[in-house]
């Protein structure tokens, strides 16, 4: 405690808004504006993408492709996870193939 009345010292402090900041995962930030490989971005390796909030298949194959047609590709990418093209979740990590 510090000598002042009742007031902790700053210095004993540890953890707080800073800590917690750390803990969370930057996968939880990426969105298709900064969209990037977890493993680097060799050509030849799939990148994965954590889905966003509006996010589409079309949209993130316009993003990745230059292609909106081109989102059957990622929906056959992530057929382990994906039954309907229309039905991805935020969060959800889906495999960005290699444009072909």
Known sequence: MNKERNKPDSADR???????AELISPV????????????GSPIDEATIYAVAEGDTLSKLAKHFYGNESA???LFDANRD???DPDLIKVGQML???PKS
């Not at 953890?15 to 917690?20: A, N, P, S, Y």
């Not at 939880?28 to 493993?39: D, F, G, M």
Request: no cysteine; net charge positive.
């Open 71 to 73: 989102w059957k590709q």
């Open 14 to 20: 540890t953890g707080g808004m800073q800590r917690t």
């Open 81 to 83: 996870q994906l039954t």
């Open 95 to 97: 495999k960005i193939p």
């Open 28 to 39: 939880a930030k990426v969105n298709t504006s900064k969209a990037h490989s977890l493993a």
